[in-house]
T-cell receptor
Framework: NAGVTQTPKFQVLKTGQSMTLQCAQD?????MYWYRQDPGMGLRLIYY???????DKGEVPNGYNVSRLNKREFSLRLESAAPSQTSVYFC??????????????FGPGTRLTVL | AQSVTQPDIHITVSEGASLELRCNYS??????LFWYVQSPGQGLQLLLK??????LVQGIKGFEAEFKRSQSSFNLRKPSVHWSDAAEYFC?????????????FGQGTRLTINP
């Protein structure tokens, strides 16, 4: 039981390049999330998927797209990377979507640098 | 809009001393509140959460937190810290939207332990 896995762990891009961050969970969770973490700003929600087949914008969606490929996998795509997207990206998942009965489990993160 | 403030960016305590990390939130309804811990280079791990009932919540690793509605606070405490508690701590408020649980995080407090 690996929990939430993310690939790659590290990535360096040049401005304008594209890439996809992969996330998978093996806990049969319904909901999945992408956050970015920047110094002094905590984590901010980029996109989320309440269930397979649905996605919604979070707090900072500009410059990103997502795909909920199936129940296990939720990918984050940068079409044209910018230096402002240098950050650590975390994927998370949760089962029911209700905070009263639920917990978000986080992956180990992807450290992305855009030059 | 909901928000979370952690007034202390960095705290240093001696091993064996008591600890209190502050968290203030802004949310119109009854809040769901969380404390997460992040060790260097790792993802986030849930320490404890509050959603209703007893305002003093016990968590893992000997941590507890007290919800005070009148002060809009959810401070984290530990009676005696260990060197392994050195990490970054995040307070968050949970908001249910469309079947998903969106977390809004504070800026984080970095804890350093002196031997």
């Amino acid at each position: 039981n690996a929990g939430v896995t993310q690939t790659p762990k590290f990535q360096v891009l040049k401005t304008g390049q594209s890439m996809t961050l992969q996330c998978a969970q093996d806990m049969n969770h319904n909901s999945m999330y992408w956050y970015r973490q920047d110094p002094g700003m905590g984590l901010r929600l980029i996109y989320y998927s309440a269930s397979e087949g649905t996605t919604d914008k979070g707090e900072v969606p500009n410059g990103y797209n997502v795909s909920r490929l199936n129940k296990r996998e939720f990918s984050l795509r940068l079409e044209s990377a910018a230096p402002s997207q240098t950050s650590v990206y975390f994927c998370a998942s949760s089962s029911h979507g209700s905070p009263s009965t639920d917990t978000q489990y986080f992956g180990p993160g992807t450290r992305l640098t855009v030059l | 809009a909901q928000s979370v403030t952690q007034p202390d960016i960095h705290i240093t305590v001696s091993e064996g001393a008591s600890l209190e990390l502050r968290c203030n939130y802004s949310y119109g309804a009854t809040p769901y509140l969380f404390w997460y811990v992040q060790s260097p280079g790792q993802g986030l791990q849930l320490l404890l959460k509050y959603f209703s009932g007893d305002t003093l919540v016990q968590g893992i690793k000997g941590f507890e937190a007290e919800f005070k509605r009148s002060q809009s606070s959810f401070n984290l405490r530990k009676p005696s810290v260990h060197w392994s508690d050195a990490a970054e701590y995040f307070c968050a408020v949970g908001v249910s939207r469309g079947g998903a649980q969106k977390l809004v995080f504070g800026q984080g407090t970095r804890l350093t332990i002196n031997p």
